[in-house]
Each structure stands twice: as structure tokens, then as C-alpha cells.
């Protein structure tokens, strides 16, 4: 007598993603959008120093000759004075290095005022599309015009010359209180988002203030193209609408400048979706 064919084991169900237990939210001050400046400035520091042109210091009432074919350009000083163009330490000169194109000073001077306009002038939504589209019309029509030979000559003119101990004095500073204010100080004070419950927790002090996620809702302001997504890499502002006891009003929260605000939302969105008590999937 045959015996009875084994059954198939039934195939292990597909396993489903969970959704993470604790979300962490954090916030930046707008010295979040200033990592160019510093990056500009390191840059032009190195270049500086690669160039190896140094700068003299001369009096007011120094005469300058042109050089010839037979004989070098000089200047020519007054009586007793000298040129300040050096520092003597442990018996070797230490001389002021100074780039000899004046265009580093120039791009150094735009993207700093690039990046404090922008971090300080919001553009969102229509207003970011407006100023995109009033950017290429004056584009094109100077362009057109020609006009861009006229400004390009003006500022060809323009001499602004920054020596290497700046660049490196400045970048140093800006990129210390940069990490120390990004991954330090906003650090101190998060937003903690568990099902059921978001709670704004603050490192020094303990305190803390937790609101119930039932009837909250989410809204994500619209994009500030240029300091979002050129600067930011995809951060952005959310506010969080939680009802008040008693369901009478709302009290809004606002986080800004969230890195990759859009993932987050969605993670956040999954969370508050599952009740304290209910099993996950």
C-alpha cells in the first residue's frame, strides 16, 4: 500500500515593510544655507596661495616708472621711508600673498551677496517661478541690447583684491560656527514623533511638550526654489496643526528648514496613520 504524498508547505507570506517606531525632527537656522560662502572662500584661499603673487605696501607719494626693454619698471620712494611689504619671523620673510587677478575677489564678493539675499529675501511658490522668469527676460533682453559688454567692461574695471590671510581667516570662522550651529546647536531641541504623540523635547533643561496626533494636520509650505533646492539640497518648512484642548482652535507649530522635508512627511504621514494600541502589520 502506497503512503499518501507529502503536502507542499505553504509559502511564507511576503514579509511587509514596518513603519519606524520613532521619528526624530529637526529644525536649522538660516546658517544652514551658508555652506557656499565658506566653500568660496577656502577655494580662493588655495588659489591665492598657488598663484604665489605677493602685495607692497608703499607710500602715497611713491612714483611708479614704467619698465623698457633695457631697464626694469621701479617704483621710487620718498626719503626714508620703506616698503611694508613684509614681516620678518625667525629671520625669514613672511609676505602678504595676494592673488593677481582681481577676478577672485569679485565671485568671492557675488556669492556673498547672492547668499545673504536669498537666506533673507523668501521666494516661494509663484513669486520663486516670477523672479526665475524675470531673471531670463533681462537676460535675453540685454543680451539683445547688448548692454551685457557695457556692464561686463564696468566691472572688469572694479578692483577688489582680498590677500589670503582674509579668505582663510574668514572661511575658518564661518565653517567653525557653521558645524558648531548645524551639528551642535540645532541638535539641542528636536521633535520626537511616535504613534499616537509628537513630542518637542530639548536637551538642556529636560523640558518638554507633547501634543496628540488624533485631528493634527500637516502642511508643508511651498518651495523657496533658490533656498530650498539650490542651497538646501531638499529642505523646506513644515507646520504642524494640532488642535487645542477642547478641540476649539489650533495651535501652529512651525519647523523650518527640515532636510529632506518631503521623506520625512511621508514617514510621518505612515506613522500617525497607526493608533497607539493598534498592532502593526
Known amino acids: 500500500m502506497s503512503s499518501p504524498a507529502p503536502q507542499a508547505k505553504p509559502a511564507p507570506s511576503p514579509s511587509v515593510p514596518q513603519a519606524p517606531r520613532e521619528i526624530r525632527i529637526y529644525g536649522h537656522t538660516p546658517l544652514f544655507y ?4 565658506w566653500l568660496c572662500g577656502m577655494i580662493m584661499g588655495i588659489a591665492t596661495l598657488i598663484d604665489g603673487s605677493r602685495v607692497a605696501i608703499v607710500p602715497h607719494d611713491s612714483v611708479y616708472y614704467a619698465g623698457s626693454e633695457t631697464e626694469p619698471a621701479k617704483i621710487v620712494l620718498p626719503m626714508n621711508k620703506e616698503v611694508s611689504d613684509s614681516r620678518v619671523q625667525d629671520g625669514k620673510p613672511l609676505y602678504e600673498r595676494m592673488h593677481s587677478s582681481k577676478n577672485l575677489g569679485i565671485i568671492f564678493t557675488v556669492v556673498l551677496l ?7 529675501v523668501p ?3 509663484l513669486s520663486s517661478a516670477i523672479a526665475i522668469t524675470v531673471i531670463l527676460l533681462i537676460t535675453v533682453i540685454f543680451a ?5 559688454t557695457v556692464i561686463f567692461g564696468w566691472l572688469f574695471q572694479l578692483n577688489i583684491h582680498m590677500n589670503a590671510g ?5 572661511s575658518t570662522a564661518l565653517f567653525i560656527a557653521w558645524v558648531l550651529v ?4 540645532d541638535r539641542m531641541s528636536f521633535w520626537r514623533i511616535t504613534p ?31 533656498r530650498h533646492w539650490v542651497l538646501g539640497f531638499g529642505s523646506g518648512d513644515m507646520i504642524m496643526h494640532p488642535l487645542q484642548s477642547g478641540g476649539a482652535g489650533r ?3 512651525a519647523i523650518h528648514n527640515v532636510l529632506f522635508v518631503g521623506t520625512k512627511l511621508k514617514q510621518i504621514q505612515s506613522m500617525i496613520a497607526v493608533r497607539p494600541d493598534q498592532p502593526r502589520g
Open 251 to 253: 495651535d501652529d507649530l
Open 114 to 120: 547672492i547668499v545673504l539675499l536669498i537666506t533673507n
Open 182 to 185: 548645524v551639528f551642535v546647536y
Open 34 to 37: 551658508w555652506w557656499p560662502v
Open 196 to 226: 499616537g504623540e509628537i513630542t518637542h523635547e530639548y536637551l538642556f533643561g529636560g523640558g518638554e511638550r507633547s501634543y496628540q496626533t488624533e485631528g493634527m494636520a500637516f502642511e508643508k509650505l511651498r518651495d523657496d526654489l533658490f
Open 123 to 125: 521666494l516661494r511658490g
Open 166 to 170: 582674509f579668505y582663510f581667516f574668514f
Open 144 to 148: 539683445w541690447q547688448d548692454w551685457w
